[in-house]
C-alpha cells in the first residue's frame, strides 16, 4: 500500500477486499505500508510519521475487518531492504508500483492494480513509465483505463473490474415504496468530488420543493452553515440502511478512477444521478441505469434531479434497471479473474 489510511478511501477498500477474499481461497495475505513513498504530499515530516507507526500500530485501521489470518507491518520504505520475499507481490497507486517494479525478482511476480489515472499530483512522466516496469503486469479497473493505459505502454493491461460486496449492499427498503423526496449524497471537501455545487444544486431544488430530504455522508469533519434540513453523518455505522432509506443518490465528481459510492447506492436500489465521466461509464448508461449530467453544470444537476422528483416511475424504472445492471460488478467474479490470472503467471513464471 502506498501509506496507512486511517479513513476509508475507495482504493484502499477494493485492496483490502482482495486481501481477505484471497486468504479465503488459501492464500498466505500479507500487507506492508511503507512510511515514506515517493512523490505523495505528506501533512507530516517522516520522524513524525515514523514515531505515529508504533504508538497507533494498526488502531486506526478499524474501519475495515481484516481476516483474523492476514498480517500487516510497517516498513520506512519500498525497497528490497524492506520488502520480503513472496510469491506474488500487489501494488496499487502509481508511485508505489514504480518502487515495486525496481524490487529483485525474489520479492514475487509483480502486479501494477490500477485505479485510475494517477496524474493529479503531477510527474505524469514517471506515471507512465510505471506502466512499463520489467516483469511488471497491468491491471486496470475499468475499461476505459486499459485505452489510457495502453497509449503508453506495449504490455498487455487486464481488466478485473470494481466490485461491491452484494451481502451487505442489497435491498432492503422496496424501491417503489420509497419517499421520492428523499436524496443522499456523498461529501467530501476535496474539490475534484464537487460537493459545493452538489448542495448548491440541492438548495435551488428545496426552494421549489420543500419537503424534500437530504442525507450527506462522508469521512471529513460536518460542513460550516449546512442548513438543518441536511442531515450529515460522518463515518455512518450502516451505510447500506443510509442508501435503503433514500430514493436517489447523487454524484458531482469531476474525475474517478471507477466510483463505488454510485456503485453500492445502486444495489441498494438508489436511483442515480451521476457525472458523465469516465469513473462512472463502466456501469451509467444514459436513462437507463442512471441520469447523467455534465461535471461541474449547477442547472442541469438541479433538472436532473427534479425530474425524479415530478416522475415517479421514471424514478422507479432507472433504479430497478440500475440494480439489475450493477450485479454483474461481483466479488466473487472479481477475485476468480485475479486468481486466475495469478496462477496464470505463476504457472509462466519461468
Not at 443522499?184 to 476535496?190: D, R
Request: proline share 5%; aromatic share 14%.
Amino acid at each position: 500500500m502506498p501509506f496507512n489510511a486511517r479513513r476509508p478511501i475507495g482504493g484502499f477498500k477494493v485492496m483490502y477486499e482482495y486481501a481477505n477474499r484471497l486468504s479465503d481461497l488459501g492464500y498466505s495475505v500479507h500487507i506492508t505500508y511503507p512510511i515514506k513513498t515517493e512523490y505523495i504530499p505528506y501533512r507530516f515530516p517522516y520522524w513524525i510519521r515514523l514515531v505515529l507507526s508504533y504508538i497507533e500500530g494498526f488502531r486506526t485501521c478499524e474501519w475495515f475487518e481484516f481476516r483474523k489470518n492476514i498480517t500487516r507491518s510497517y516498513v520506512k520504505s519500498v525497497n528490497n531492504k524492506y520488502i520480503k520475499q513472496s510469491d506474488v507481490i500487489i501494488a496499487t497507486w502509481w508511485s508505489t508500483a514504480y518502487d515495486v517494479g525496481l524490487l529483485n525478482p525474489d520479492k514475487g511476480i509483480k502486479i501494477n492494480l490500477i485505479q485510475g489515472y494517477e496524474d493529479w499530483e503531477g510527474h505524469v512522466d514517471l506515471l507512465h513509465r510505471s506502466y512499463n516496469m520489467d516483469g511488471m503486469t497491468n491491471i486496470v479497473v475499468a475499461t476505459y483505463l486499459k485505452e489510457i493505459v495502453g497509449q503508453y505502454t506495449d504490455k498487455p493491461v487486464t481488466v478485473i473490474p470494481n466490485a461491491v460486496d452484494s451481502n451487505k449492499y442489497k435491498i432492503a427498503d422496496i424501491i417503489k415504496d420509497r419517499n421520492p423526496f428523499t436524496i443522499c449524497m456523498l461529501y467530501s471537501i476535496q474539490e475534484i468530488k464537487g460537493s459545493s455545487y452538489g448542495i448548491e444544486a440541492l438548495e435551488r431544488v428545496k426552494e421549489k420543493y420543500p419537503e424534500l430530504r437530504v442525507e450527506l455522508f462522508g469521512i471529513c469533519p460536518e460542513p460550516e452553515g449546512l442548513p438543518e434540513w441536511i442531515k450529515f453523518y460522518r463515518n455512518p455505522a450502516d451505510l447500506p440502511a443510509l442508501y435503503n432509506r433514500n430514493a436517489v443518490f447523487i454524484s458531482n465528481s469531476f474525475t474517478e478512477g471507477m466510483a463505488l459510492t454510485p456503485m453500492e447506492a445502486m444495489f441498494c436500489g438508489c436511483a442515480c444521478i451521476l457525472t458523465n465521466i469516465k469513473g462512472h461509464s463502466e456501469y451509467a448508461i444514459e436513462d437507463e441505469t442512471a441520469l447523467l449530467y455534465e461535471a461541474g453544470n449547477l442547472y442541469q444537476l438541479e433538472k436532473g434531479i427534479i425530474e425524479f422528483l415530478e416522475d415517479n416511475n421514471k424514478r422507479v424504472k432507472i433504479a430497478e434497471r440500475g440494480n439489475e445492471f450493477i450485479q454483474q460488478f461481483s466479488w466473487d467474479k472479481a477475485v476468480m479473474k485475479m486468481d486466475q490470472l495469478i496462477k496464470e503467471l505463476y504457472k509462466n513464471r519461468n
